[in-house]
Structure formats: C-alpha cells, structure tokens
C-alpha cells in the first residue's frame, strides 16, 4: 500500500484514482463481443463461453432439474442462512415503498406520481472465481416487491458447464423467472438485445468486472437503461487509534480478495496505529485462499494520513467510496459530513462484510466515484414513476390565461390555440 502523509490537495485528484485496464482495448475488446452476440445470437454465446469460460455449454437455459438438485445438495444451515438473510433484505426494501398523493396546485388542476414496475429486468451475477449468490438477494428481492414481471438472470458457468447451486437456490427463493448459464459483456449483449434463448430486456443490473462494466455503458448508447456504472469493489477505512488494528486490517482484505483490480484505501488521523495494521494485514494475508489476488488488489491501494478530521473528510468525500467504514471515537458525529459514498458502516463492530450479505440494506453500489452522483440500488430502481393530471372546467379558466401568457411569449402559438379553444367553448 502506497502511503501519503499530509497529501496536499492538489494531489488528491492522482490519489483517488482507481485501477484500470488499457481504455482503448478494453473499449474494442467489448465492442466486438457485442457485436458477436448481436449478429450470431446463441452461436456466439456457446462460442465465447468456451473462449473465455473454459466450458462447453449445450443448454443455455437451466432448467427445473437442475434447479431441484441445486437446492437438495446444500447444506441445510447455508440454506438457513440465505433465507435469514432474504429476510432481511425483504424488510429493509419494503419500507420503502411509497404512497401516490395527490395534489390540488390550484382549484380545479390535479397531479400526482404513479410508481410502475419495470416490465422486464435483466440481473447479471459473477460466479467465476467467487460466485455471488448473494448478489441475487440484493437484486431479486427488490425487484420481486416493485412487482417486475419478468426477471432474467445471467451467470458464468464452470469448466463443467454447470451453476453454483447457492446462485441458483437463492434465484429460486426469490422468484427469478429464468436463469441462464451466460457471464462477461456477452452476457450483458444477450440481455440488452436478446438471442434465440435470452430475451432482451428493458434494465440490467448487477456489479462485475471491468469488461462487465463496459459493457453495460455501451448498450446505453442504443437506449438500454442501467442500475449505474458500477465496477470492480472498494472500501475506504477511516480509522484512529482507538479503533482495533486486527478489525482494520480484516475489513480492507475483504475488499482486497473482491480481485486485482479492487481497490482499498485507508484513512488515519495520525500514525499511532499504522504499523500495528500493516502487521495485522501481513499475518492475516497468509490465511487468505485468495492470497495471491488480495495481494495485487494492494499493490493499487492507499494510506492517506491527515493531521486534522477536516482535511480526512474532505479527502473522503473526494474520493467518494462505495463502501466506508468510520472506525473513530466521535464516528457518529463525523458521518453527517459525509456526502460521497455508496454505503457507510458506523464503529468497530458494523463491517462491511455484514452489508454484503445480510443486514438488510443494498450491497449492489456506485463504485470509481460515481457515489457523487448515484446512489445504490433501491426498490426505485426496478421501478418507474407515470405523472399524471386532470384538470376540471374549473381548473382550465384558472389555468388557461396563464398558459396563454406563456405560451404567446414563448411564440409557440400552437399551445396556445390548444388553450384557447378550450376557454372559448366554455365561454
């Protein structure tokens, strides 16, 4: 981890700066997948899953069979613990659905906002090196309460051909309609303009790689919508010494172990704990399976240390995270000044590792420092809002002159008429 002590502002903008692949290959690269799957359709899905995936896939679609088998092979407590989980998730999404209200904006003039469920969503969910079954909850549950009719969902297969079954009991639990063995920026063409076996659909959704995040910028340039430019995972920690070393040190791991290409960031108010940290990370390290990829995730990560909170907030909110951890004595006090971030977790014991899986809220985030601008995905996000008016005769007299007024000014004459007519048969 590269260390900066005190950066100075003009040296933030280099700092805050994520890992990234060669923009122009990257670009090319995924353009021409895209292209592969709009013309070849399947052919080109079996073609770049053996390419990329190692494994040969007959059947696209999986089917009832190997769903059964999916949920009798796992163990009953993993089951347990994705439904307390589902659970969660369930409670914190439905509180946020909302009433439609209506209002009077003068006598006889009526509006109101209707929430519509998006039709047809697509969620994508990685399962090479680690598949997220728990990405599924975060999507499907929300998407199931808005009341989507259709949810498609793809995912990489093995080298054998074949799903991780918690990816697909936890599909089961909460209703995804069709599951398909297709991952990568193919997978994300499939769904945006549809093969013989995958629909197309209105809205994708879900984290991946880099190449999984291309993708989904590029089929919006044909109109496709999607949840955010959400890309490879990060954390920012901000710590001070009365947080625990051995608790810092787990948290940015877990990040780390995400992929290469993840990013973690460690914010201190002073050096007291910093070696403490790099030891703890050291011997934690050497327990990580993911060891060699945690390790490469580090090599592009940062300590940012700042005499005063003011200057750490401020750089925080620059960098804005999709995950921050406030490890300080006043961390309560400090978080109302955070503006930028994905999700944030208060004190020693809230860490993200309990976001990403079952607290309840969204794990599903603005990453590379989208958080200025985007927030999570939300129960608003697999839904959209129809305003409505309805204006009496009443309501046109009050409203018409000023219409007319604006209208004429505007030298649009048409609206106008539109106006005019309406009054003159009144009168």
Not at 62 to 80: G, W
Not at 243 to 257: G, T, V, W, Y
Not at 304 to 318: C, H, L, R, V
Not at 374 to 403: H, M, R
Request: negative net charge; proline residues 5%.
């Amino acid at each position: 981890m590269k260390i900066f002590n005190n950066p100075s502002r003009e040296s933030w903008n280099e700092i805050v700066k994520r890992p990234q692949l060669a923009l122009d290959f990257l670009d090319s690269g995924v353009r021409n997948i895209i292209n592969r799957v709009k013309v070849s359709g399947d052919r080109a899905l079996r073609e770049l899953t053996l390419q990329f995936d190692k494994a040969e896939i007959k059947s696209i679609e999986v089917d009832a069979s190997e769903l059964n088998n999916a949920t009798r092979s796992l163990p009953a407590a993993l089951k347990q613990a994705i439904e307390v989980a589902a659970d969660n998730i369930r409670k914190f999404h439905a509180t946020q659905k909302r009433q439609d209200v209506q209002v009077e904006t003068m006598p006889g003039v009526v509006c109101w906002r209707k929430a519509v469920p998006i039709n047809r969503i697509g969620i994508y969910i990685p399962g090479g090196s680690a598949p997220l079954f728990s990405t599924v909850l975060m999507l499907g549950i929300p998407a199931k309460l808005a009341g989507c009719s259709e949810i498609i969902l793809c995912t990489p297969p093995d080298k054998e051909g074949n799903i991780n079954p918690a990816i697909l009991f936890a599909a089961q639990l909460v209703g995804v309609t069709k599951i398909f063995r297709v991952g990568g920026a193919q997978a994300i063409a499939a769904m945006a303009y549809g093969t013989e076996s995958i629909p197309n659909v209105y809205k994708i959704f879900g984290p991946g790689n880099q190449y999984v995040t291309k993708a989904k910028q590029l089929v919006t340039e044909d109109g496709l919508a999607i949840d955010m430019p959400a890309g490879p995972s990060e954390v920012l920690v901000f710590a001070d010494e009365t947080a625990n070393p051995s608790f810092i040190a787990a948290d940015l791991l877990s990040q780390a172990e995400h992929g290469e290409d993840s990013q973690v960031v460690l914010v201190l108010s002073n050096e007291i704990i910093l070696s403490a940290i790099q030891k703890e990370i050291d011997k934690q390290l050497n327990d990580l399976p993911r060891k060699a990829i945690a390790e490469k995730s580090l090599f592009n990560s940062r300590v940012a240390i700042f005499n005063d909170s003011t200057s750490a907030i401020e750089f925080i909110n620059a960098y804005a995270p999709e995950h921050l951890i406030v490890m300080v004595k006043d961390a309560d006090s400090i978080i109302d000044k955070v503006i930028n971030a994905g999700s944030v977790f208060i004190g020693n014991y809230s860490p993200e590792a309990v976001g990403d899986y079952a607290s309840g809220t969204n794990h599903t985030l603005p990453t590379n420092g989208f958080a200025k601008a985007y927030a999570g995905v939300s129960l608003d996000s697999f839904l959209k809002y129809i305003t409505y008016q309805k204006i009496s005769e009443e309501g046109i007299k009050n409203i018409g002159p000023i219409v007319e007024q604006m209208a004429e000014a505007e030298e649009l004459l048409g609206h106008k008429k539109a106006i005019t007519v309406r009054l003159q048969t009144l009168n």
